[in-house]
């Protein structure tokens, strides 16, 4: 699928395993990422869909880190969280929020399928191990629209890889190499005292 890279995900990609600061910017990406796939919901359906997709991405949050923790590039690690969210979209009927179209959903999950397995996750169960023990909010589906399912967001052809646009709008199969020197205080939702803290604390 295609999605963005810029300097504040690398800068996120350290934050995320930090003390403080990564909880921090857990909460901030939670938000950004309900507020904006809120915004791509059906009018009338974004209270309904809020505490669901709170807990969702929170619980995704853990998937990044995991991916990373096994070597995957940071782009495909993200691409990997989004997947699990389309998965999400689709199981509930939310074409409207997709970012690929339905019949692209067997090949995201193929690219990925040794670390899906891993973690017991599938297109019916998106969170697999990740689903928290206090699970995740309900929210009413809308079936109906798997019938003959509208993705106005979505962007079909990018499912043999990851495609990453730069802030240049470039396209970048793979992703971009991580720049030099990213600090911490460049991740969403940091606070450059609560840096200060964690990195002069004793290790």
């Keep these: 699928m295609k999605i963005r890279q810029n300097v504040r995900h690398w800068a996120s990609k350290k934050a995320l395993t930090m003390p403080v600061v990564g909880q921090k910017t857990n909460d901030w990406l939670v938000n950004l990422h309900t507020r904006v796939f809120l915004d791509k919901a059906a009018e009338g359906r974004t209270e309904e869909r809020r505490g669901h997709l709170d807990d969702f991405f929170d619980a995704t949050m ?51 399928r040794d670390f899906f397995e891993r973690y017991g996750i599938t297109i019916d169960d998106p969170l697999g191990g990740f689903r928290p023990p206090e699970g995740v909010a ?60 964690v990195e002069g604390a004793e290790p």
């Design 62 to 112: 853990d998937t990044y880190v995991a991916a990373l923790e096994a070597g995957f590039p940071e782009a495909e690690a993200r691409e990997i969280t989004h997947i699990q969210a389309n998965f999400d979209f689709y199981n509930h009927g939310w074409t409207e929020m997709m970012e690929f179209p339905a019949d692209e959903l067997v090949d995201h999950y193929e690219r990925y």
């Design 138 to 197: 309900n929210a009413p589906s809308t079936p109906e629209k798997l019938d003959d399912p509208e993705h106005p967001h979505a962007e079909g052809g990018f499912a043999d890889d990851v495609y990453v646009e730069t802030d240049d709008g470039e396209i970048v199969v793979g992703g971009t190499e991580e720049p030099e020197n990213v600090t911490v205080d460049r991740a969403p939702g940091v606070d450059p005292d609560d840096v200060e803290e």
